[in-house]
């Protein structure tokens, strides 16, 4: 494999990288899942790592990254930053500059994840991130943060490419909110309306008064849905974004109002989320949809996201999506950090 174009280049949201790039690296990831044990890529990573840092804490994420980058020859490795000696805002320590900088002496790549209790404010993980990539010689990937989750997000459209056809125009996909008591960051609900438009399809989303997303990422969207002549749309209604949709895609996520006085307010958010128990998919939701896949990008919170029914039934999804977040993240590393 020669150096690709998206060589050395950070991936902190789908949106920054073009379409034919985000077809590039889906296709790779359709090859590589083919191909899963031939010897076609596996001196792709050779002698290189891949280094990550876990603010949070992670299942998939984790495992999915360091068997990719194993199955590409290299060898990934992780630390938490509390084990770390970082500076704060309140206790002196090592600048991002300066562990950027030594990071990118040692790895061919470094993966960020920070997002929930970790910050008290909303955009405060994407600003580590980003000053993370400023001072950084080596690609940046987002694992998730606050706001974004894109190799949740390509894993995503992997999955619906193999289910719907490789051409989603036209396809709908409802994103609903979930009641529950885990009160997650916007990040993998947000990466799949900016993902999902960019690949054409319509895009809902649907969620109780109070539990706005990013106006940034609404905008984007609806951009992105009106240049494929698709549509955006927003309800405050349990069922009714339901009717015909393709895919259906459930998702707790905070309010709006999750952080305040520098602080993210968990229990306050679980409080104001579990009387609402309209808001789970279940099989009468499902019955109004186009016979639509179940999608949701783990781990779930059954009996308030979605039901036992839905989530195992047979147009759930979500187990080939978490599948693709492996094909997808070599994908990803071959193309941003391998030769
Ligand atoms: N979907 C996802 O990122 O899963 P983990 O939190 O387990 O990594």
Redo the contacts with the bound molecule.
Sequence with gaps: MARSNLYGKHLITTQEWTKEELIQTLELAEDMKKERFSDKYAVVLKNRSFLMFFYNP?????QSFEIAATELGGHALFLEPKSMRLKTATSAGETIEDAANVMSRYGVGLGIRILEAKIGAYGEGDDLIREYAEYSDIPIISM?HDKY?PC?GIADVQGYRAHLGKELKGKTIVHVWGHGALARSHC?VQESMLICSRMGMNVRVAYPKGYDLDPQVCEWTKKNCAENGMDFSISHDPAEAYEDAHVVYSRNWMSADAYHDGEFHKEDEVKKALPYTDWICDEEKMKLTDNGLFSH???IDRGHEVSDEVASGKRSICVDIAENRLHAQKAIMALTMGE
């Design positions: 992670s299942v998939r994420t984790r998730a989750h949740q993998s990008p783990m781990p």
